[in-house]
T-cell receptor, first 113, second 112 residues
Framework: DAMVIQNPRYQVTQFGKPVTLSCSQT?????MYWYQQKSSQAPKLLFH???????NEADTPDNFQSRRPNTSFCFLDIRSPGLGDAAMYLC????????????FGPGTRLTVL | GENVEQHPSTLSVQEGDSAVIKCTYS??????FPWYKQELGKGPQLIID?????GEKKDQRIAVTLNKTAKHFSLHITETQPEDSAVYFC???????????FGGGTRVLVKP
């Protein structure tokens, strides 16, 4: 009965090789978020969607892109991963916005060689 | 922008004792304050939240207090158990800018 599913759980890529992380939800929530979390740090919001309305954080590098083809799925594309992009990537959903409970997936740990 | 400071960064308590984590925020316009628990290898999970029109909220062994004048809010865990060991994050939301700002996290270790 997983509600927010992330695949893969672990991803290894080479420096500069594009990678896509995926997230799906069974909650039918309107809002989906992508966070980057580095070791011993708080999650850092990269972007979020209100339905199909995309909202990019001002300090999210251009290297990071996202797609939300439908309510259930959301993808994070890293066009040219650098060593500094190695992190845990968390997907979350909420019903209407930031003041609703955010349900997080288990995360994808990205390693860049 | 909003700044949220969280203390302490690590907290070790004996099983059965209480744990208190404190967060301060900078923007008095912030009006929603969730607390998340993150266990090792998992995503954060909301454990309790409070809105600015309420001073205290309890849920079994967990309580949150909010002091709007002083701009701080605290998480209280009573009768701690080993399964309370995790990293806890506070956050503050401000409608202007539609932004949720996280604190730096507190690693809690409950010793049996």
């Amino acid at each position: 009965d997983a509600m927010v599913i992330q695949n893969p759980r672990y991803q290894v890529t080479q420096f500069g090789k594009p990678v896509t992380l995926s997230c799906s939800q069974t909650l039918n929530h309107n809002v989906m978020y992508w966070y980057q979390q580095k070791s011993s740090q708080a999650p850092k919001l990269l972007f979020h969607y209100y339905d199909k309305d995309f909202n990019n954080e001002a300090d999210t590098p251009d290297n990071f892109q996202s797609r939300r083809p439908n309510t259930s799925f959301c993808f994070l594309d890293i066009r040219s991963p650098g060593l500094g992009d190695a992190a845990m990537y968390l997907c979350a959903t909420s019903r209407q916005g930031f003041t609703d409970t955010q349900y997080f997936g288990p995360g994808t740990r990205l390693t860049v060689l | 922008g909003e700044n949220v400071e969280q203390h302490p960064s690590t907290l070790s308590v004996q099983e059965g004792d209480s744990a208190v984590i404190k967060c301060t925020y900078s923007d008095s316009a912030s009006n929603y304050f969730p607390w998340y628990k993150q266990e090792l290898g998992k995503g954060p999970q909301l454990i309790i939240d409070i809105r600015s029109n309420v001073g205290e909220k309890k849920d079994q062994r967990i309580a949150v207090t909010l002091n709007k004048t002083a701009k701080h809010f605290s998480l209280h865990i009573t009768e701690t158990q080993p399964e309370d060991s995790a990293v806890y994050f506070c956050a503050a939301y401000k409608a202007a800018g539609n932004k949720l700002t996280f604190g730096g996290g507190t690693r809690v270790l409950v010793k049996p």
